[in-house]
């Protein structure tokens, strides 16, 4: 394993009734930009709830980010929190609004063009507002972790940032907040979740006893509890499960001082720029057809995961290899998200042209090797035809 820093300073309060705590965690007389969606925290009460904790502190709202939060909509939340002068910035919601705020924090004493902030992936932010979260979609892992991926519609990107400043503060996880989320949000957590611990696990043997084995753990779980919660959605028990699964998923641990693979994720930020659709349906698009085509590289990988998260011991190393990965397809085919892109009604043409705008960024060696070209991106996407 590789040296490294591991820190991640977010105070997470998980459970029942815990908002009530953002009380302690945001100061007294704190000028807060309450930073929300499209209107589901106001039908399920969270707002509510959110509000009486902040009690009479200064509170601005913003409504209105969007799934696959819009830079333009942020850049106006940006203006408020200067006009205001705002201090604090609490994100109430799913995923999206979390990494909004994260931009909106970043963005709102940024010197230059905050475009920058994302087209350097983070390079050039110089510090941000402190955040806290309300996390109310467990998927992302956004709400202990310093990323965020911001899309501008206007010009067809999605692009991502990581800086410290931008851990939340501190993250309120109560599962009940979760129950109101329809059946397609559910499944879209479990599978980027679950896409998550395989890009920091599915690579090449780095003998790292504790990550592997935390990231086998996770995986377990979220084909074991993701089903449980789709089929009852109000069981505690299994929602919380996945909400801190999730978690766990992206919030550094299991990464730390292992090669990572992140392809799948950056060719799929591109299937959303282009055609729309969730965050999680891209990457069950592209996920079982990239282990398909980087099955040699990642052999060693598959074997081990094969064997200790779907238990496959019988037959042929190949044999074994072709389970893993056809067990990784059909886990996601049976929570609702399809994997190819005919399923989406997307023509096979995106592939060279995906290929070529991630070529434009510099994207040209992809993986935990570098072996992801645009060429190999390409013959993915046609693989997922
Ligand atoms: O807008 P509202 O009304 O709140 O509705 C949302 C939205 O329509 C709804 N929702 C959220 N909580 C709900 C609820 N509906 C009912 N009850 C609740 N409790 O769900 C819809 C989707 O929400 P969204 O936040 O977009 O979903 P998700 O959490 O999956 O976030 C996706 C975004 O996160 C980025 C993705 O690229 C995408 O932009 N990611 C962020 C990462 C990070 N920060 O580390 C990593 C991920 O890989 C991912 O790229
Ligand atoms: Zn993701």
């Not at 510090?127 to 067809?156: F, K, M, Q």
Request: neutral net charge.
């Amino acid at each position: 394993m590789e040296n490294f820093t591991y820190h991640n300073p977010t105070r997470i309060l998980f459970g029942r009734g815990q908002i009530a705590g953002l009380a302690q965690e945001i100061p007294a007389g704190a000028r807060v930009l309450l930073l929300a969606g499209g209107g589901s925290i106001r039908a399920n009460g969270v707002h509510a709830q959110v509000r009486t904790a902040l009690g009479d502190r200064v509170v601005q709202e913003f409504w209105g980010v969007e799934a696959n939060p819009d830079y333009d909509t942020l850049m106006r939340a940006v203006e408020l929190v200067r006009r205001e002068r705002l201090e604090w910035i609490l994100a109430v919601g799913g995923g999206s609004v979390l990494d909004g705020a994260k931009f909106v924090a970043a963005a709102a004493g940024h010197a230059g063009d905050p475009w920058e902030i994302l087209t350097s992936a983070g390079a050039k932010a110089t510090g941000a507002l402190p955040l806290a979260a309300v996390l109310t979609l467990p998927a992302t892992g956004s709400e202990a972790n310093a990323a965020a991926v911001i899309s501008r519609r206007a010009w067809r990107e999605k692009l991502f940032f990581i800086h410290p400043s931008v851990f939340p503060r501190c993250s309120v996880l109560d599962p009940e907040t979760t129950f109101s989320l329809p059946e397609r949000q559910v499944a879209n957590g479990i599978g980027d979740a679950f896409c998550h611990v395989l890009e920091q696990y599915l690579t090449h043997p780095a003998d790292a006893a504790v990550q592997d084995e935390f990231a086998e753990g996770v995986l377990r779980i979220l084909v074991r509890e993701g089903p449980r919660t789709l089929a009852a959605p109000r069981d505690y028990a299994a929602r919380a499960n996945l909400v801190w699964a999730a978690t766990w998923a992206l919030n550094g641990a299991i990464g730390a001082g292992v090669p990572q693979d992140w392809a799948t994720h950056m060719i799929g930020h591109e299937l959303t720029a282009l055609h729309g659709l969730d965050h999680a349906r891209t990457l069950a698009v592209v996920l079982p057809s990239l282990l398909e085509v980087r099955r040699e590289a990642k052999r060693a990988k598959l074997l081990q995961y094969g064997e200790r998260v779907w238990g496959l011991r019988e037959g042929s190393a190949a044999e074994r290899v072709d389970a893993a990965i056809a067990r990784t397809r059909a886990f996601y085919e049976s929570i609702g998200l399809p994997t190819t892109l005919g399923a989406h009604g997307i023509p096979v043409s995106t592939a060279p042209e995906v290929a070529r705008r991630l070529a434009a960024r510099g994207m040209t060696q992809l993986g935990e090797r570098g072996e992801v070209t645009p060429a190999v991106v390409e013959a993915i996407l046609r693989r997922a035809a």
